[in-house]
């Protein structure tokens, strides 16, 4: 392995296609991406996205929202028309509820840029790993000694089996797939309830506390309230 930005990727690697016509942002994906091990193409437009998905067949789209020619939406639209059913995340400078509404509805995730590339890379690989296309991944998510098994919905705590509600799972879900990252409220509601719910923000304290008194039952605790910001999945400071 080369330079840190300069590992080869794998004959047999996933393949992502990023589409955004900002040069800066694509060098800065393909950079990014490359490093995880993934293989890039990038496409300036709309239209040559739509053609690369036919050459490329990428195993998933980077896909901004405004494009020169083609809105993002656009292209997902006529993706799914033709029958491609290739995951896509939208990248979007915009944050208004219109453009998540669209991200959800027609894609499967969405970046607000400015993203974190941490953030980012792990997007790509919970989307990769909920379609199936995520070859080096496994059915199990684990942090410390966490684990949950996508496939038979089980989870467990020091080999101690955890009991869980469908809620309670995909919301212990999402906090893994961002493991060490702090999650909003808002953010937490748009990706694990419905982008509709029209219910108290509240819910997701009430949940939250329902996983405590769950997976926090042994120690150390894992899920820590960020006050003012949300909540993360992480090792207390003093753990390492």
């Known amino acids: 392995?080369?330079?840190?930005?300069?590992?080869?990727?794998?004959?047999?690697?996933?393949?992502?296609?990023v589409v955004d016509d900002e040069p800066?942002?694509?060098?800065?994906?393909?950079?990014?991406?490359?490093?995880e091990g993934f293989s890039v193409e990038v496409a300036p437009t709309g239209q040559e996205a739509l053609q690369m998905v036919r050459s490329f067949r990428p195993d998933l789209v980077m896909l901004d929202v405004m494009l020169p020619d083609l809105e993002g939406t656009e292209v997902c639209r006529r993706l799914r028309a033709?029958?491609?059913?290739?995951?896509?995340?939208?990248?979007?400078?915009?944050d208004a509820n219109e453009d998540k509404v669209a991200g959800l509805t027609m894609g499967d995730d969405?970046?607000?840029?400015p993203f974190s590339l941490d953030e980012l890379v792990a997007r790509v690989r919970a989307v990769l790993r909920r379609s199936g296309r995520d070859d080096a991944g496994t059915a199990q998510l684990q942090y410390a000694d966490l684990v949950m098994d996508l496939d038979t919905h089980e989870v467990w705590r020091q080999g101690v089996p955890i009991e869980l509600t469908a809620t309670e799972f995909?919301?212990?879900q999402y906090l893994l797939e961002n493991a060490r990252r702090v999650v909003s409220?808002?953010?937490?509601?748009?990706?694990?309830w419905d982008y509709d719910f029209t219910g108290e923000v509240n819910i997701v304290e009430t949940y939250i506390s329902y996983l405590r008194k769950k997976v926090d039952e042994l120690d150390p605790p894992l899920i820590h309230t960020v006050r003012g910001v949300g909540y993360s999945l992480r090792l207390p400071r003093e753990w390492g």
């Not at 800066?24 to 490093?35: E, P």
């Not at 969405?110 to 840029?113: F, G, S």
């Open 1 to 17: 392995m080369g330079p840190r930005g300069m590992m080869e990727t794998m004959p047999d690697a996933e393949k992502i296609l």
């Open 24 to 35: 800066y942002i694509t060098d800065l994906l393909s950079a990014a991406l490359r490093f």
């Open 82 to 94: 033709a029958g491609d059913a290739v995951p896509v995340v939208f990248l979007t400078a915009r």
């Open 110 to 113: 969405y970046v607000t840029k």
């Open 170 to 172: 995909n919301l212990l």
């Open 185 to 192: 409220k808002t953010e937490i509601l748009d990706r694990v």
